[in-house]
């Protein structure tokens, strides 16, 4: 069978095609100039990212004060954003500067796998730390009864379980696609949404699947968070000290403002009609969820609290 040319792709009959097992990413770019730069920033995005979460980590395990359930969540946060932000930027990082800019079938489901597994743990951690924080300030007498240690395991174990069942119910469908139209993936990474597009067999199930997801997942786990931040902002306001609330408030918004935004941008891309292109805004809203949120989280829930920043001074402060 003579290669269709990929700038004339006609879908004929799946058995006089050929099956593809390499996919060409397409990228945010095919300026070479634009390319480096896009290089060196996510480069740098992803430096910060590994080493802030890293010292996170770091600085909880060691420090016998920080041993209390929120710095618990946080380490565990800080580990699934380093486990999160390796899945996509790195190969994004080699396709920018390569040649050759592919990545193979196996490795492309793997990757959306991956992100699933991890993005599915963070939405859920990121709930427990919200129902932490609405206990810690609108129920503080009954904290220590309801955060005990074995509480703090299940929301945690149950934020590893809940990936594995997104994994379960997406990536088992993917098994009997077939992709066999052209190889040209419209997107920096390996996105799911973009990979069906691709599919020259029915996929219906698959989004439908995903649909199911967002709302399984996406809507179960947000849904408590805005609830539980909207009565620990509403307490807030009731604090007379006004240097006090305008801190706490601070705080807490900037938490649900980095929230927000990864719901958002994920609903966005994952919630919209059907098209047959993955479009250049789809592309730009996906570095909010797979290359921001794992730096702004470090950054946001770390240096706004005054505990650990002060040991982070104490820490590195001297040996700077």
């Keep these: 069978m003579e290669k269709t040319a990929l700038t004339d792709v006609r879908y004929l009959p799946i058995e006089n095609q050929t099956t593809i097992t390499e996919f060409m990413l397409l990228g945010l770019s095919s300026d070479p100039q634009v ?18 979460n890293s010292v996170i980590i770091f600085v909880v395990k060691t420090e016998m004060r920080l041993h209390t359930p929120m710095f618990f969540f946080l380490s565990h946060l800080a580990f699934v954003d380093i486990c999160y932000s390796s899945v996509t930027v790195p190969k994004m990082l080699e396709t920018l500067v390569a040649k050759r ?22 939405i859920f951690l990121l709930s427990a730390m919200a129902y932490d924080r609405y206990v810690a300030i609108c129920d503080p007498l009954r904290y220590s009864i309801l955060m005990t240690k074995p509480m703090c395991w299940k929301l945690v174990g149950g934020a590893w379980v809940t990936g594995f069942i997104d994994v379960m119910l997406n990536g088992l469908p993917l098994i009997d696609l077939k992709f066999c139209r052209h190889n040209l993936l419209s997107h920096y990474t390996c996105e799911l949404s973009a990979l069906l597009r691709l599919s020259c067999t ?16 996406g809507f179960t786990s947000f849904i408590p968070t805005f609830i539980s931040y909207f009565y620990i902002i509403s307490s807030i306001l009731k604090i007379q000290s006004t240097k006090g609330r305008s801190k706490a408030f601070s705080t807490c918004s900037s938490h ?20 047959k292109s993955f479009t250049d805004l789809n592309k730009v809203s996906s570095i909010q969820y ?21 040991l982070l001074l104490k820490k590195f402060g001297k040996q700077c």
């Design 256 to 275: 649900l403002i980095v929230v927000c935004l990864f719901y958002l941008s994920v609903f966005s891309t994952y919630l919209q009609p059907y098209s």
């Design 202 to 217: 029915e996929t219906s199930i698959n989004y439908r699947l995903i649909i199911a997801s967002c709302f399984l997942f």
């Design 290 to 310: 797979l290359v921001l949120s794992p730096l702004l989280n470090p950054i946001i829930y770390s240096l706004k609290n005054q505990d650990l920043k002060s």
């Design 101 to 122: 800019k592919s990545i193979s079938l196996a490795g492309c489901i793997t990757q959306i796998l991956s992100f699933m597994y991890f993005g599915c743990a963070d």
């Design 35 to 52: 390319q480096v730069l896009l290089f060196f920033l996510f480069l740098i995005i992803y430096v910060t990212t590994f080493i802030g």
